[in-house]
Each structure stands twice: as C-alpha cells, then as structure tokens.
C-alpha cells in the first residue's frame, strides 16, 4: 500500500491547476523565454468560484435563459446548468511543472504531516481556568516577506475604460482610476467604497492573515488600449457558453504595451526565484520571470453577467501564457537569460471587481486550491461563505467588499510552504485523546494571539479502496504520479510457436486523453517497443499531451468501468522469442486512479506457457509497477477555529443575498480534511470532498415553495457555540422567501451524530466515527477566545 502525503499531494496541486508560493511554482521546465507562439491559442480556464449568482441569474432572466418568475431554487437549478455548460467547454488548465518541484511540495508535505506550527503563549498548554479572558494580542518579529505585483489596466477600443453604468454592477464608481485600484490592490489604509465607506485593500487582507508575515507592493499602469474589440478577447467558444476566446493574447497585449512605457520598469518586477534555478539556497534574487502579474480588464467580468458586453466579457481567471514567454522591452537584473525577462503565469480581474475577486485570484497566484465544488455538480459544497477561497469572495454588504478570512487549511498550506506567521497551534492524535479530555484555548480566526491560532487533531490513517483484485489477494498495480512511466516486462519464448494468445484482465481509471496504459512487444531485446490494439485502446490524445505518451499509443485511457477481459492475438511474433512489457505513462498533471492488470497468461497452440495472478513471486521484472491489494491509505484530520464578526470576518456578517444580508454565526468552525478526495465535487460523492465544515445545526433550511436552500443558506450556522444560533430570513422581492427560525443551542461536536444533512446532502459531511467529542466550555465575553474540550 502506498501512503499518500499530507495536506496537499502533487497530484491535488495539479489538479486543480495551481499557482504557487515560495519556493513552489507552476512555470513550465524553463528554456530561454520565446515569442508569444501559444498566447494566441484559442480558449481558457473558468473560475466558477468567483461567479456572483445573484448576478448571473438576472443577466440570464434577461437573455429569457431562466423565466422572470422562477422560484430561487428553479433560478440556482438553471443557473447551475449553465455553468456546468461553462466548465464542460473550458480550456483544460495543464501546467507543467518543473525538475525540483517535486522536492518542494514534498518538503511541504513533510511539514504538513509534523502538524501545525508550535506557537508560545497557551498553544501548546491547556486552559487552566473556566473564565476565558478577551484576547491578546502577540506582537510577531519575524521576517517579513513582501512581493512585487506588476497590474496592468488596457481597455478596448470598442469599450473604454469608465463605460460601466450603475444598473451593471454593484461596485459602480464615475471613473476608475489609477488611485482606486492602487489603494484597493495596495493601499497602506484601504480603499474608498462608492459610498464613501473605508473598505479593506488585498494588501492589508494578506498582512492580516499572514500575522504580519507576508505583505504585497507594486504599481498600477495603464489604462492600455487592446489591438482588438472586446469580443475578440473574451467572445465565448463555442457560443454562447464556450469559454473566453483569447485572453493569453491580451494578456500579452498589455505586456508589450507595458514594455514599450517608458513609466514602467518591468525589471522591478523580478525580485523572487521560484525555483532556486542557481541552486544557491537563495529565492530572495531575481530569476529572469515576473513573479506576480494581475491584468484589469475594461468591462464588468462575465462572472458577474459581463454588464453590457455580457457573453463577450471576460471571466476573471488564473492561468499562463502556454509558454514562457519574452516581454518585448523588458529586462531583467537575473543573467539567467542574457537580460531578457520572461512572463508566465497572470490573473484576469474586471474593471468593478471588488477586492475579493482579487484576493482570490491573487491566491491561486499564492498556491492555494479553489475549495468550492468546481463543476457545479451539486448544490453546492460544505465551505461556502466560510472561505475567501470559495463563495466568500462575494460577501460582504457591496458584493465582493468584505471577503472573510481563508480556511485553516489554507492557511495550513501557506505556513508550511513558506514559513512565516501564517497559522501556529496545537496538534493532538486522536488515539492519545483521552475521557478526561484537553483543554485548549482558540483565538478568533482574524487576531493572532497568544493562544492556538488554530487546533489539529490527527486521525488514524483511512484506509481506501481502489479496486478489489479479479481474483485472490492481489494484481499489478502501475501506480501514479506526475511524468510517471511505470513498466513490468517479461521475456516469452514462442520459437516454436505457430499460434499465440495474451490474456489479462485489466481495470483502470485514467485520465481520458491525457494518461494512458499500454501492453507492449519487443523482439530487439527491449530496444524498440509496439504497443499492442484491441476494440479497448485508442491512438487518440489530446493535441496539448505529452509527446512520450503520443509515440507509444495506442493504449487504454478513461475508465474500463470494472474489470474487463483482453485477449490480444500476438501470433504475429510466433517463431520468435519476445518481450512483453505493460506500462503506465502520465503528464505532469491530473493523476486518477491508474491501470490495474491481473490473471496474466499466454497460451501457445492453445498451451499455457505463462502464468502470473500476482499471488506468488513475479514472473515480472518490476520497474515502477507493484504487486498491490487495491488498497491505500491516506491522511484526515480535523482543524478546529474559532471565528468571530471582527476584522476582515466582518463580513460574515453581512452577506448580500437578494434584498436581506444573511449573516454566518460566531462561534467554534470545525473542518474536517480527508486527502483521499482531491476535490469537493458534492453532486458526485454528496457529503464526502477534501475539504468540509461541519454543520452544528442540522436543521435544514427550506425556500418558501418547499425547495431546499442551496449549502450557502444552510451552513450559516455551522459554529458550535454556547449562544443560540442565530435566526435567517432571506427575501426576494416579489418573488419566495426563506425564514430559519429553528435556534439552539449547540455547543458539542461528537462523531457519533449524523452530520451528512440527510434535507441538503450537499452540505454534509460524513465524518468517521474514534468516539470523539469538541465541546465549547467557555467563551470570552466578547467572543474572541474560546476554550475548548477535547475528549472521548
């Protein structure tokens, strides 16, 4: 069995298509940077996390695409079609990564699996009293680490910038200058809102949930003007729900309009060595690429109904350039490619995008995973409001204003990639967790304290099932991983053979197009190789694979959806003496479950002259394949915080939802992360995903046309608490209401309850049952410390 790595695996960083952080990052295996060949490719990524519903449902009642008078639920149900049309047609995100990557993450891992960050103060110890005083603050005098972001505003000809009305969006200003998106990106003291309200800026959100560890700089150039209408960039293919036409190429755009500012001096922009590439032990240098690079585009985004451009807008993103990609004028201080300076990775935001959608993007750029159900697949994930990494982007009384804080997790991530102040607390094991029980002392979520930032509590390994073999007690498995090409061959003898025949039972689950699984011959002694066809294998790959795998197809790709029978005629190589080789090769990204190979026989003139059911010693030389029982195992944990309506949290308490401000409760936020799943795709495993809160309050909470709410309504509140949860009462004018009058007071988890919300799947979570129980014991006055028991 293999043991998978904690926290994050490479295999869940590629998936989801992430940027990184530190030491990590996503550029491709790097030659000197080229012209801009792939940044006219056509298509794009889509981020559905930061799609703003309520808008999205208005442009569709306009467009007639859902009727005036739909219910919310008939409104999400067609809403969500259409995104999953959206997701269906957009650009697989396929970052290659680079030699050394590897190494990095599992570094990370390494880091992830000794728990969290030890703290001073209480974060170790226990609560020694039942009265909880307010919380203290911890004065951090670390390092501090602060990044450049180049942000590059351009407009189109055919829509410049300012052209937004009021009725488009709901961050609507007269003129959108430079100084608004240098306070709003950068600002010391926050922004100006269009109401004169002072609003937090990316810069003081990323210093606060650092703990003063992490701080972002730069200036805003521009306003550039496109080559092209706005249609070209962001037009949909295929219409009218394909994904956004070319936006690598205004990307581009605005570089080389960039390069050619006199104003603007690129190479301040390449301060950070992603990858070590000198191998001096030292990022602090430049590397010859920019680290950060944000483009603002004219327009409202299309996530937000794209206003007057609509399908034409463009939907706000993280991606790369195809390629590294050389800015025309641009210079770097690193000698790494002669001066030149290259360009990879961006973020797309609108022109009214609110400092969570750049908040969020911006921590894609960071590493982070989306944690939202990112194919729509169900109604919704057990995460919603609880993260700026999910639905959280949106809250706030303007939409998109007051983004709370990330996830624990997240955070999580981000301490053990780079170090720094991010997240520190106590880490217990499950199995030393006795009835006396621990007390511990949790800060509110937006403070750093003296006490637990947050708790960790390590589960035994789960133990997981892949397959079960076709017979006896094991297979050949050809494993996983990124650039993988797992082999077992054998030498078979058909020198007096007129007739011959390979039989094997196969079952896999491989990334269709992308990863395959062959059965090979060699008659040369293992020099050249031919991969055998059956009415199973296809030569068909995606135009983007990888070359290695092109030359060796056909093979099997997708699922076999079970164990299937091949049985492939190799008479063409009677009289000879040969090899037989099965093999595995994946990309650098996206690793399923893999090939599976069992019963392995080979008849000559209908004799058996070779057998192996991986029940004794290999018949195979293994190389990278396994004798395996179809099982593994792999870490999750619970990491219990304590969040509050202060700070940045402010906003879970203002939550725009129609004509009513839904609020999320104060209180004790247990999540539950099980690395088995790299996903939290609810519509395809309801109550199971690799991130998850646990409701408190199973109550489920209905529309008024009898209709469960969507998992947004549901998780509200979600904290275990010593005060009642709170009331909700949503309203769409003229249209349904929902009402939560059902308040308790809930202040125990215990893994033994049902909290898989049986009235709204989506929002459960199945959780394993050690006897465990987190009971609020006390809580500070004001709210910002709470003491937990953790027992059995």
């Known amino acids: 069995m293999k043991k998978k790595q904690a926290i994050i695996s490479s295999t869940l960083a590629c998936i989801l298509g992430l940027g990184t952080f530190g030491a990590v990052t996503t550029t491709p295996t790097v030659t000197a ?31 007639g695409k859902i009727p005036k008078n739909a219910s919310p639920a008939e409104a999400e149900k067609k809403l969500k079609k259409f995104l999953q049309a959206k997701a269906k047609n957009a650009k697989k995100t396929k970052d290659k990564l680079p030699k050394g ?171 950070w060595d992603r990858d070590d590439y000198d191998g001096d032990g030292v990022y602090n240098e430049p590397d010859g690429i920019i680290d950060h690079l944000m483009v603002v585009h004219a327009g409202v985004g299309e996530e937000a109904g794209g206003g007057s451009l609509g399908g034409d807008a463009i939907w706000s993103h993280r991606w790369n350039l195809g390629q590294l990609v050389a800015v025309p004028g641009g210079k770097s201080d690193s000698d790494r490619f002669g001066g030149l300076l ?74 053990n990639m780079h170090g720094g102040n991010w997240l520190s607390g106590a880490t217990l094991k499950a199995d030393e967790i006795t009835s006396e029980g621990t007390n511990v002392l949790i800060d509110e979520a937006i403070t750093k304290g003296v006490n637990n930032d947050a708790v ?145 026989t080979v008849r000559a003139d209908d004799k058996e002259i070779f057998n192996d059911g991986a029940e004794t010693e290999p018949n195979f030389t293994l190389d990278g394949f396994k004798k395996h029982d179809g099982t593994y195992t792999t870490n999750h944990y619970y990491l219990l915080e304590w969040r509050s309506h202060n700070g940045v949290d402010e906003g879970l308490a203002h939550i725009r939802r129609g004509a009513s401000l839904m609020s999320y409760d104060e209180g004790l936020v247990v999540w539950y992360v099980d690395e088995s799943y790299d996903n939290n795709w609810t519509g395809e495993h309801p109550g199971e995903g690799f991130l998850g809160v646990v409701d408190a309050d199973q109550h489920t909470n209905y529309w008024s046309d009898k209709t469960a709410g969507s998992t947004s309504y549901q998780l509200h509140d979600a904290a275990f608490s010593l005060d009642k949860t709170e009331k909700m009462s949503i309203t769409y004018p003229d249209l349904y209401n929902m ?48 003491n937990i028991l953790i027992y059995r």
Request: hydrophobic fraction near 30%; proline fraction near 5%; charged fraction near 25%.
């Open 33 to 63: 940077p080229v012209k801009a060949s792939a940044a006219t490719e056509v298509g794009s990524p889509i981020d559905l996390g930061i799609a703003n519903e309520d808008r999205l449902i208005e442009k569709l009642k306009e467009e």
């Open 101 to 271: 990557l590897d190494a990095n993450l599992k570094k990370e891992s390494d880091n992830a699996n000794k728990g969290l960050k030890k703290g001073k103060g209480n974060k170790l110890g226990q609560a020694k009293k039942n009265e909880v005083d307010t919380v203290k603050k911890e004065t951090y005098s670390g390092d501090v680490r602060s990044d450049k972001v180049l942000v590059l505003a351009i407009e189109f000809p055919d829509y410049p910038k300012s052209s937004i009305t009021k009725e488009e969006t709901d961050f609507w200003y007269e003129n959108y200058t430079h100084d608004h998106y240098q306070d709003m990106i950068f600002g010391e003291n926050g922004y100006t809102g269009p109401n004169g309200e002072n609003l937090v800026s990316m810069k003081q959100y990323y210093e606060k949930q650092s703990g003063g560890s992490y701080t972002v700089d730069g200036t805003v150039a521009g306003w550039y003007t496109a080559d092209h209408p706005a249609a070209y960039y962001g037009g949909n293919i295929p219409s009218p729900d394909g994904s956004d036409a070319r936006p690598r190429e205004l990307v581009y755009e605005a570089l080389t309009k960039a390069g050619a500012d006199p104003e603007v001096d690129l190479s301040e922009y390449d301060v």
């Open 342 to 415: 290259g360009a990879y990775d961006y973020t797309v935001e609108p022109e009214d995008g609110a400092a969570g959608v750049f908040i969020h993007e911006y921590g894609h750029d960071l590493g982070l995973p989306d944690e939202y159900d990112t194919i729509y697949s169900g109604a919704g994930e057990a995460v919603s409001y609880w993260s700026v990494m999910a639905s959280g982007s949106w809250a706030g009384d303007i939409p998109g204003t007051e983004p709370p804080g990330m996830s624990p997790y997240a955070r999580e991530m981000l301490q």
């Open 456 to 600: 960790r509590i390590d589960l035994p390994d789960k133990l997981n099932v892949l397959n079960t073999p076709r017979t006896g007690e094991f297979e050949y498995y050809g494993g996983k991983g990124d650039e993988a090409d797992h082999k077992m061959f054998t030498s078979i003898d058909l020198s007096d053979a007129t007739t011959a025949t390979l039989e094997f039972d196969a079952w896999y689950n491989i990334e269709k197009y992308w990863d395959y699984a062959m059965v090979q011959v060699s008659t040369d002694g293992g020099k050249t190789w031919e991969s055998l066809a059956s009415e199973n294998t296809t030569s068909q790959l995606d135009p983007n694979g990888y070359p290695a795998i092109s030359e060796n197809l056909p093979g099997y790709t997708g699922s076999s959806n079970g164990w299937i029978h091949e049985s492939l005629d190799i008479s063409n190589y009677a009289g000879q003496e040969i090899q037989v080789q099965f093999r595995s090769m994946t990309d650098w990204a996206t690793n399923l479950d893999g090939f599976f190979a069992d019963n392995i």
């Open 739 to 786: 009402k939560d009058n059902f308040t308790k007071r809930i202040p125990l988890f215990d893994d033994s309850a049902d909290y898989s919300n049986p009235g709204q799947i989506d929002a459960g979570r199945n959780i394993p049952e050690y006897g465990l129980k987190f009971r609020v014991a006390g809580q500070s006055n004001d709210g910002t410390v709470g």
